[in-house]
Structure formats: structure tokens, C-alpha cells
């Protein structure tokens, strides 16, 4: 089961990679440009900018990565989904590397890298899969 959930190629794991980091490059840029330069909150700032880079994460995860089929009919709402649950997961990380006072360029890498390993799981097995 568990090589179930591997990439299926070298291919996938980086353009994954290369999805996630599109869309990470975006949030961090963001994020950091609305803290620091415009002096939004550490939490509100890295909600948007998450909620920002979902779009184009989406499509090229579809595209590009899974090669996906699905209708965005039924795997835009799941991936949507998905991105509440990393939202949710960022926000709280942000909240309490805030509280441990980690610099909040840190912070915000830190936020974003932890959902990377279930993310892949998650839009491998119910998101891009042609046959739901």
C-alpha cells in the first residue's frame, strides 16, 4: 500500500516538486511582503497568501504532476478541501512558532514545508485519481 501512495516516477516527484514550489514561492514572497511591508499580522498574512497560491498550484498539479483527467468539477472542491486543512495546519504552526518567537521568515518556511508529505498523498489517492 505504501508504494501505492510513492510517485510513480522521478517525472512526478519533481514536477510535484516543482508545483509545490511554484505555489510555496508564492506564499513565501507574499507572505513575508505582507508582514514586512505592509504590516499585516503574521497569521493573516500567511492565510492569504496561502489562499493566493492555490489556484496555480492546482492547475499545475493537475497538468502537470498527476496528469490528471478528473474533472475540476469534482477535484477543484476536493483540492480545495485539502488546501482548508493545510490552511488551518499553517495557521496553527504560525501561531505557535509566534509564540516560541521564531523569526518570522522562518516561521513562515516552516509553516509550509509541513503539509508537503500528506499533501502528495492526498491529491495522489482522492483528489487526481480519473477513476472517482
Avoid: E
Amino acid at each position: 500500500m505504501a508504494s501505492d501512495m510513492a510517485p510513480k516516477s522521478a517525472k512526478q516527484a519533481f514536477y510535484f516538486l516543482l508545483s509545490g514550489a511554484t505555489g510555496f514561492a508564492i506564499y513565501y514572497v507574499l507572505s513575508n511582503a505582507l508582514h514586512y511591508l505592509l504590516d499585516m499580522a503574521a497569521v493573516p498574512a500567511a492565510l492569504l497568501a496561502m489562499l493566493v497560491s492555490v489556484f496555480p498550484t492546482y492547475y499545475m498539479q493537475k497538468n502537470l504532476t498527476f496528469r490528471s483527467q478528473a474533472s475540476s468539477h469534482k477535484a477543484l472542491p476536493r483540492y480545495l478541501l485539502l488546501q482548508v486543512l493545510n490552511a488551518s495546519v499553517i495557521g496553527s504552526a504560525t501561531y505557535a512558532f509566534d509564540r516560541m518567537q521564531v523569526p518570522q521568515a522562518i516561521n513562515f518556511a516552516l509553516a509550509g514545508f509541513m503539509s508537503v508529505v500528506v499533501s502528495f498523498f492526498v491529491q495522489n489517492k482522492l483528489i487526481f485519481r480519473d477513476n472517482h
